[in-house]
């Protein structure tokens, strides 16, 4: 078992630079089963979630290296099937990127239920919607709690309307569309970075897939794909998140590694709260406030798909609306349960209401230390920033949650000024 001992009230000082983003690399890892080929991977971010990627390819035959400076060797060539146990899917929710890759290379694939984060229901009907479009069969068995895909007379190029533009749906099709016989065309595609960065990556390989990034993609099938080199794109959730810790604690910290334009909906944001910011071409810098500049002001907030405010950045800045002077309002549009983390936040002294869809908040001066919880990776990430914006030591439990998506997080805040300690604790006698 391991905590986070926070100990807060210093304004962060320096220089963080960005990883790879989790997002994006999860997928181009599945989809290296697709290629069935060797290719390198750089830019790979060091989070839990690319282990249990890479031991569900070791458990499918695939040989993977790590060449060092976040860069992964991965050999599919001689996996001849894409089926594996439950736990195995169990452990992460891009596990269901399998069921494009397995359907493009093999024709079938046969899965578990994909795990991660627990939101309540997270359907992947529109994963499947788009599969059955290409021809495949798709059964799922609640009793053994797996997932079976089959194209026994090969996909076939169709036209998918997806009805709200999933970034899981938009990727997992056009895996599988992009060795089907003929053109398929995604409609309501969902645009967020980490498609573009799949569509980039595939195209590295020879795939023919064109629109990624708007709400149309075609894609022309192949017959076959190549290995290539390429670079994961920066993670933008991860840079936001440290550019919010800085507001936080009204420190002076510059997130290097970074593409700004990813990050217009969160800049505009803080800048409305009265954050002072500064772009560069590929760095943001949160500047410390005036000794005699007001207080952060509240804003309103609507998640959306992008190129809105993303969801998951809600928890982060919803701390920060905690700190600011006024009501906020924060409403959630794309994951209904994102607000299990509200509760954490009152026993930091936070005045949160949740309302249906809205998040009303009142601002506080400041929060007060307390145990609290990392109920997912997001929520995990929100309980650092409050802990290190709050005056004594907060215990964050859960955290093997944060550690899925942050790439060295305890040692990039302590270097600049954060004192954080991750314990490890003997697990409890059950």
């Not at 802990?387 to 550690?403: F, K, M, N, R």
Request: aromatic share 6%; net charge negative; with cysteine.
């Amino acid at each position: 078992m391991e905590k986070l001992y926070i100990k807060g009230g210093k304004p962060l000082q320096g220089v963080i630079e960005t990883g790879g983003m989790k997002n994006a690399a999860d997928p181009i890892f599945f989809a290296t089963l697709l290629v069935g080929d060797v290719c390198v991977i750089e830019n790979v971010p060091d989070a839990a979630d690319i282990r249990h990627a890479s031991e569900i390819l070791t458990e499918l035959g695939a040989v993977i290296a790590y060449m060092g400076d976040h860069t992964y060797q991965i050999d599919t060539r001689y996996v001849n099937r894409a089926n594996i146990p439950n736990a195995l899917a169990a452990k992460l929710r891009s596990s269901y990127y399998l069921l494009g890759a397995g359907l493009g290379r093999f024709g079938c694939v046969e899965t578990g239920y994909p795990g991660g984060c627990d939101f309540g229901s997270r359907p992947i009907d529109q994963h499947v919607k788009g599969f059955r479009a290409l021809g495949a069969t798709v059964e799922e068995d609640g009793v053994e709690c797996r997932i079976r895909c089959n194209a026994e007379e090969g996909l076939k190029g169709n036209s998918v309307y997806l009805d709200v533009p999933s970034v899981g749906a938009t990727i997992n099709i056009m895996l599988a569309a992009c060795r089907a016989n003929g053109t398929t065309v995604i409609d309501n595609a969902a645009r967020e970075p980490h498609i573009v960065d799949v569509a980039s990556f595939l195209n590295s390989c020879g795939a023919n897939i064109m629109g990624a990034g708007t709400p149309t993609i075609k894609i022309v099938g192949v017959e076959n794909l190549y290995g290539s080199r390429y670079a994961v794109v920066p993670d933008m959730i991860e840079a936001g998140t440290y550019i919010m810790a800085a507001a936080a604690t009204k420190g002076e910290v510059t997130v290097t590694g970074v593409i700004p334009r990813h990050l217009e909906s969160l800049t505009a944001k803080l800048l409305e709260m009265g954050v002072n910011i500064e772009e560069g071409d590929d760095s943001i810098t949160v500047h410390a406030p005036a000794p005699d500049a007001p207080p952060m002001h509240a804003v309103r907030v609507k998640t959306a798909f992008y190129p809105g405010f993303p969801t998951d950045m809600h928890p982060q800045i919803a701390t920060l609306l905690c700190l600011a002077g006024g009501e906020s309002k924060l409403t959630e549009s794309v994951w209904a349960n994102r607000f299990q983390y509200v509760p954490e936040l009152q026993r930091m002294g936070a005045k949160l209401t949740v309302s249906g869809s809205d998040l009303l908040i009142t601002g506080v001066p400041s929060l007060t230390p307390a145990n609290v919880r990392a109920v997912d990776l997001r929520a995990g990430a929100a309980m650092v920033i409050a802990a290190l914006a709050t005056e004594g030591t907060t215990i964050v439990d859960d955290i093997h949650h944060i550690l899925r998506g942050y790439e060295r997080i305890v040692e990039k805040l302590n270097a600049v000024g954060a004192d954080v300690r991750l314990v490890k604790l003997p697990d409890p006698i059950t």
